[in-house]
């Protein structure tokens, strides 16, 4: 499967602590995308990095790209109540550049 | 600037019943459209994809079927729903085949 996949399924920490999520997959990708998503509601894009780039930076979010370990990690930085959401990685691979694989997602909770 | 609408945003449906659900994108003209399914705690399954008027690709065989009547309306049916098409349905669309932009969703739940 090219899906890709979020490591933890759960993190919980506090106001003021960074976050990070990683999500590997498994076939060559022309892109990687991480969205967000709160409880009951649609997805929101937050970032693309390609498959030439290492690093993107959004904000408080960073974004690193791996591709010789096939994995990719999303930090928040100083997290907020707010940033309590789920969050997902999607690649686009091979000729396929209008559809996206999605992980199963990372549960955030930023405590106040 | 764009926007996609989806309705209804709630739905509970009898098992055997038809579905109709409805998806529109505003300010834009030929966009990419999609229709994901998200189980409870799970991550999208992309069901299926259009990128232009009566243009249906279906990712995962099933008793669910898309049209796309017109340029901006994406419409998912069944005829006879079952219990397993209970989840949160997501339509989105794309402008330059890369990020994709959400709408809402509808929450269905099949008894």
């Known amino acids: 499967s090219q899906q890709g996949e979020e490591d933890p399924q759960a993190l919980s920490i506090q106001e003021g602590e960074n976050a990070t999520m990683n999500c590997s997959y498994k076939t060559s990708i022309n892109n990687l995308q991480w969205y967000r998503q709160n409880s009951g509601r649609g997805l929101v894009h937050l970032i693309l990095i390609r498959s030439n780039e290492r690093e993107k930076h959004s904000g408080r979010l960073r974004v690193t790209l791996d591709t010789s370990k096939k994995s990719s990690s999303l930090l928040i930085t100083a997290s907020r109540a707010a940033d309590t959401a789920s969050y997902f990685c999607a690649i686009t691979s091979g000729g396929s550049n209008y559809k996206l694989t999605f992980g199963k997602g990372t549960l955030l909770t930023v405590n106040p | 600037s764009q926007t996609i609408h989806q309705w209804p945003a709630t739905l509970v449906q009898p098992v055997g019943s038809p579905l109709s659900l409805e998806c529109t994108v505003e300010?834009?003209?030929?966009?990419?459209l999609y229709w994901y399914r998200q189980a409870a705690g799970r991550g999208l399954q992309l069901l299926f994809y259009s990128v232009g008027i009566g243009q249906i690709s279906s990712e995962v065989p099933q008793n669910l079927s898309a049209s796309r009547p017109q340029d901006r309306q994406f419409i998912l049916s069944s005829k006879k729903l079952l219990l397993s098409d209970s989840g949160f349905y997501l339509c989105?669309?794309?402008?330059?085949?890369?990020?994709?932009?959400f709408g809402p969703g509808t929450r269905l739940l099949v008894l």
């Open positions: 300010g834009t003209s030929n966009p990419n």
């Open positions: 989105a669309w794309t402008p330059r085949l890369e990020t994709q932009y």
